[in-house]
């Protein structure tokens, strides 16, 4: 009977699945792999645990609740060898643990975790218990990272458990990626609108080594008002209204020195008012199976920037836009601190530099649409203290897209 209750949960999960940004007409440019995901990169695994409780007024340690965890093995998690990595920040207002050994060694030895803000600590030193009980080893770095959920969250609550991390890891499947509120991205917001995570990948042509790139953001940067899609700026021509909340509290909610409004049904529920300074942040996570070393997946890392700065993002000094990129060929090749062949040399599979520019495309391509999958797949959300934010609406995109003859046939 519970393999029967999983199966038709699994089945009700795929059926409910909403439509991405291809299947709206979204343009974008290159090929994507069979799933359009990171897990289109082969060996990749991806788990989430979503937190989602409570209603009300913010009371910290009870909620609401609005946060997760989301995990990422670059080989799996029975495969515990080591993959080539490089480390980039666009804007460092923001933390992603581990990346000290990535910096020095050239190689990621842990999956990757993404969380909110205030739940980094428990989410690394979950990982640490999760790394000791499946590998052999004495200590490991885990890689964490995060963006604030500090909105629609009791994020000072700390909610995020040590269970939560592992049921995350533990979740972690090849296949189909759950888009928009889920995992760490459940509490997100991404430029003025409801974020949270995305994936998209790209396939290279023959002629260019026939490679894979995958892609997953956990989005919650920038503003309405910067938002480019297809290169026009969609916010300004739909029906937008200042930050507000469903109800008010006996004492009512405040925000910028007033009284916040009750939202207009009508319109649409900004996370930030129009004229408001750009802050947020975006953990990006890039993936090949192209024989890369760690100096080029550093800058394949930092090809992040451009895949931002064709959605509008100036990568702002309240920003902590952090990359991560690796590479799972040349496996065992050099598995870090547990390398068992230490004194052996290992002969490392190295595309030649003057090859890379596809794959740099393909990032560029990928992030761009990968954060548009989350903000589609992303559903209205109201939180702590009765804020509401709202999605991305999809016949508005659309029509914007119409006006400006740029929506494609639905694939």
Known sequence: MKHLILAAAILASSATAGPRARDLGVPFDGVPGPLNAITDVPGI??????LISGDGARERGKGPVRTG??????????????????????NGNGDMTGTHWVEEGGVLETPILITGTG?????????????????????WYPLVAETADATLHDMAGQHVTVQDTLDAMDSAKPGPVAEGNVGGGTGMLCNGFKGGTGTASRKLMTAEGGYTVGVLVQCNYGSAMGLRIAGINVAREMNLQEPCVTKLLPTPQ?????TAPVCDPKKLA???DRDEEHRGSIIIVIATD???TAEQLKRLARRGTAGLGRLGSILADGSGDIFIAFSTANPGVDDGNWHAAADTPATVARLPNAAINPLFTATIEGVEEAVINAMI????MT??????VSALPHDQLQAVLRRHNLLQPPK
């Open 254 to 258: 405040q925000r910028r020195g007033k």
């Open 270 to 272: 900004l996370a930030d």
């Open 45 to 50: 695994e991806v788990g989430f645990k979503t």
């Open 290 to 292: 192209a024989p890369l």
């Open 119 to 139: 739940s980094v600590g428990v989410v690394r030193d979950a990982a640490f218990k999760w790394l000791a009980d499946h590998r052999k080893g004495a200590f």
């Open 383 to 388: 939180g702590a203290d009765y804020w509401t």
């Open 69 to 90: 965890v989301t995990a990422i093995f670059p080989r799996g998690k029975a495969d515990h060898r080591g993959v080539f990595a490089g480390f980039f920040a666009g």
């Open 377 to 380: 797949a992303a559903k209205t």
